[in-house]
């Protein structure tokens, strides 16, 4: 008994809806890989940066690509009295947060953040961790600037504009905390250096480990895999048995 012969035939609807899908899948895959470039090419920026030479930061400093990930130093005061909570961040597996404190810079009205590590959370979220910090005297401070990522994802600032002090935020607002302070903050953060005093938990990284480059490309292989497995089922999925004749020379 001869096997039953079939043709590829597509129909016009069936097409264009998997025409759509692939590309869409292979647009997921390439944007992938490109996230995966982004992040190495972060990740040798914050390789190569700090052996660089420290810059003094000032209230003309503006906000330049090219000074992330550099070292550099500021004079001024901490304002004890006035510091914000950068919430949901973890450390080994615990929640917390960042400590954010304002460092008036001095014979200026500008100041900027200094994040001084990490801190675990309390029992609840009204049980605010203490923030002790020196206060008298104008000091130099040293560290790592980095700039603070949009957060498509906030989860809204009714906390950052409630009373009282400390103040949790879900990502930072310069215009909003500017105003707060009543000062002129620098568009930056300043990751305070592990060997100064009055820090917390302080293990800087541009990006945490499970999210390298290398978790986008495996992403990226998920979408170009299921775009693969599109194109087999559909071409199986519109074979038709093919007319009387049809593979007649």
Do not use: C
């Not at 000091?139 to 009373?163: C, N, W």
């Amino acid at each position: 008994m001869r096997p039953e012969r079939r043709a590829f035939r597509p129909g016009l609807w069936p097409s264009l809806i998997v025409a759509v899908l692939l590309v869409l899948l292979v647009g997921l895959g390439f944007w992938q890989l490109d996230r995966a470039e982004q992040k190495r090419a972060l990740l040798e920026e914050y390789e190569h940066r700090p052996q660089q030479a420290a810059v003094r930061l000032d209230a003309a400093v503006r906000l330049e690509p090219e000074l992330r990930y550099r070292q550099a130093w500021v004079r001024g005061r901490y304002d004890p009295a006035h510091q914000f909570l950068l919430d949901n961040r973890v450390h080994q597996g615990r929640a917390g947060y960042q400590v954010l404190t304002p460092l008036r810079l001095a014979h200026t009205d500008a100041a900027v953040l200094v994040n001084r590590g990490w801190v675990p959370q309390g029992r609840t979220r009204a049980d605010l961790p203490p923030l002790p910090v020196q206060s008298e005297g104008v000091i130099t401070v040293e560290g790592m600037i980095d700039y603070p990522p949009e957060d498509p994802f906030s989860l809204g600032e009714g906390e950052a504009r409630a009373p009282g002090w400390p103040k949790v935020l879900q990502q930072i607002d310069f215009e909003l905390q500017s105003r707060q302070l009543d000062a002129r903050l620098l568009p930056l953060i300043l990751l305070l250096d592990p060997a100064q005093s009055d820090g917390f938990v302080r293990q800087w990284a541009p990006i945490p480990e499970r999210f390298g480059p290398a978790r986008h490309v495996g992403y990226a292989v998920q979408w170009f895999a299921l775009a693969l497995a599109l194109v087999i089922l559909f071409y199986w999925a519109v074979r038709r048995p093919a007319e009387d004749g049809a593979d007649r020379e």
